[in-house]
């Protein structure tokens, strides 16, 4: 069972003028087998939300904390997050150029199981996602994100969370610069993972789209670094109709 809670989360990005404050208290807690959709405006913060909890060394935690079945991640080194069961799915995935896809997911399995699969069943699970995401066998030699195109980088971070199998997973927009057939593809696949019923799921757009094919169990409005309101489905369903900008101007007003 994996529970992922957020509490009062403040977080800087470090630019070169110094730090930047951009996450102002974010609190959210995410039970087994709920998928919550973060939805906000361009710049809200939403990516260094991710980029913070996963601990990518250009951002920083001023306070707050983010555990994972309990355990503390801020304190922990991005492979230990990793390990501790945190998976994120990032809005620009890093090209890995002579490194396999194959290669790539069997360390990354190895880091995170404590020892290498074995060989003749790691092939052919990779075979399975791979197929379940509807990418070619050969998409497994290929060096990872050289060349990929926006659906193929999306389709193998999902394949990675197949069989990855983490605890919690943070996708940041998941959904965009996709066309219809790999949205519906991404999406079945997230459906799947979410399935598994113990896992705890950040889903995080700019759209709405994604949730016609997606059942968010919370649906969160994101402005100016925190969550200014929370809802089910019906929350997507008006800001598809209304837009952001009730929020900004409050946000703005506010400021
Ligand atoms: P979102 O994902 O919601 O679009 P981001 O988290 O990417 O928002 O960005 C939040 C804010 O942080 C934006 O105002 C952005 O300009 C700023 N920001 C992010 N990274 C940097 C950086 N490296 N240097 C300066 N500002 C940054
Ligand atoms: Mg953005
Ligand atoms: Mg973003």
Known sequence: MSTLVITDLHADVLTEDGPKQILKGVNLTINPGEIHAIMGPNGSGKSTLAYAIAGHPKYEITTGSVTLDGVELTELSVDERAKAGLYLAMQYPVEVPGVSVSNFLRTAKTALDGEAPKLRHWVKDVEKALEGMQLDKSFASRSVN????????????????????PKAAILDETDSGLDIDALRVVSDGVNRFAEKGDRAMVLITHYTRI????????????????????GGRELADKLEANGYEEYTKAAAAAA
Do not use: M
């Open 211 to 230: 949730l016609r094919y997606i059942d968010p169990t919370f649906v969160h409005v994101f402005v100016d670094g925190h969550i200014v309101e929370s």
């Open 146 to 165: 050289e060349g990929f195109s926006g659906g193929e980088k999306k389709r193998h971070e999902i394949a990675q969370l197949e069989l990855l199998n």
